[in-house]
């Protein structure tokens, strides 16, 4: 009878413990309190209290993953791969507390007396649950898997649920082996060490996982704000275009009036100054976000004083019209970093100057976006992750766009230094 109800008590414990950590890793501040969180809790303690055996072995750790995902998905009514990615989290903070707690435990007891006695089995659950919880009060931690839940999981990204699902398989097996012996000897040490090196090596798969995805939902949601420009950008130069017109006929009509026709002469010479002398060169790129991308980062550089070349081809339209919504994205993601980059590299110069070139060569798009600068670039290392010439927290733009280059087999980068101007290069071709 003392088992079952130690069983009972452990098994609350942890329903309870794992309902608070996803909620906060979740960042929910809901209350849950009703008949259906009541009858799901009440399931998933009778789940454990079945499945709970003194010896611990792999699969019941995995059914008990899975329960935890159908369970805490109907309850918080989340996605399935958010549900995924959070009980897989929960799973190894769960594993984290679990070796902390045996650990110390093992220095004062024996194997037996903690499979074998229903009240330290109870007080060293509780402990793990107990830890687990307070683990999420470390706010720097909280925060980065709230940041990493948000952007990750709602975009239905498979590969991350998988890796997930490998993960707890991988510590389950390792957390298997540890609980073998439960003593420090050789192989206790090593298996401790193996799940610390994977933990870490898995934080900063997670890491680099969640700065792509930052960056790409940054140039994403760009493409769909500037897509909604493109209309205006067509209706700004046709506006532009007539009062042109309008004032030169004006100015024909006045006569031999000097400070007038002067005053004229100013508008027209200022009005297409303001209005971006870019404007009818980006005409011959059709819509579809392009346009717009290279039309807002450019009146962002003119605002900077920055120069600004543009000389695009009337044989691009034609070819950019067949390429795929996807194509279109990585090249908006691509080109957004690399005029990005020129922009922060010229800024701050006294002399400021960027090119852009788009044109067809051998059936391929080529865009090649050029800037002066001043200083060492190191053309070996840009592609590397974190490198920046530009100081510490910068860098990881280029290693991205590599990234995107090296997935799609119709987009190739190369960059160059000629005299004093840095010039990258995209081509695109048909797939």
Request: charged share 20%; with cysteine; aromatic share 10%.
């Amino acid at each position: 009878m003392l088992e079952i109800v130690c069983k009972f008590i452990a098994a609350l414990f942890q329903s309870v413990s794992i309902f608070f950590v996803m909620k906060f890793i979740l960042a929910d501040k809901n209350k849950y309190f009703n008949f259906k969180t009541v009858v799901l809790i009440i399931l998933q303690i009778t789940s454990m209290m079945i499945l709970y055996n003194s010896q611990y072995t792999l699969h019941i750790t995995i059914i008990a993953y899975h329960i935890n995902i159908i369970i805490y998905k109907l309850i918080l009514d989340i996605s399935l791969s958010k549900a995924i990615i959070v009980s897989g989290i929960t799973m190894m903070l769960i594993f984290v507390s679990d070796t902390v707690i045996s650990g110390t435990v093992i220095i004062f007891s024996s194997l037996d007396v903690m499979r074998n006695d229903p009240l330290f089995f109870l007080i060293c659950n509780i402990s793990v649950n107990i830890l687990s919880v307070n683990i999420m009060y470390i706010m720097p931690l909280r925060r980065s898997l709230q940041k990493f839940v948000f952007k990750l999981s709602d975009a239905n990204k498979y590969d991350i649920n998988i890796f997930i699902v490998l993960i707890v398989i991988v510590l389950s097996v390792i957390l298997y082996n540890i609980s073998i012996t439960y003593k420090f000897i050789d192989e206790y040490s090593i298996n401790i060490l193996i799940m610390t090196i994977f933990i870490v090596l898995t934080a900063i798969f997670f890491k680099e996982k969640y700065d792509k995805e930052s960056l790409t939902i940054k140039y994403d949601q760009l493409l769909d704000y500037v897509k909604d420009i493109e209309d205006f950008i067509e209706m700004d130069s046709l506006i532009e275009h007539e009062s042109k017109n309008q004032l030169a006929t004006i100015r024909s009509m006045i006569g031999n009036n000097k400070n007038i026709i002067e005053y004229i002469d100013s508008i027209i010479y200022d009005s297409e100054n303001q209005k971006r002398k870019f404007i009818s060169e980006i005409s011959r790129v059709p819509k579809g976000g392009l346009k717009g991308l290279i039309y807002y980062k450019l009146s962002i550089a003119t605002n900077l004083g920055i120069d600004i070349n543009v000389n695009i081809s009337k044989e691009i339209e034609k070819f950019i019209k067949m390429l795929k919504t996807e194509d279109i994205k990585n090249i908006c993601r691509i080109l957004g970093i690399y005029l990005d980059n020129s922009i922060d590299a010229v800024r701050d110069l006294d002399s400021k100057q960027i090119s852009i070139e788009m044109y067809m060569l051998k059936d391929e798009l080529n865009i090649v976006i050029s800037n002066n600068y001043v200083g060492n670039i190191n053309l070996k290392m840009l592609n590397a992750k974190g490198y920046s010439t530009k100081g510490k927290g910068r860098g990881n733009g280029l290693y991205y766009a590599e990234k995107i280059a090296r997935k799609n087999r119709n987009i190739l980068l190369s960059r160059t230094i000629v005299n004093d101007y840095f010039i990258e290069r995209v081509r695109i071709s048909q797939l």
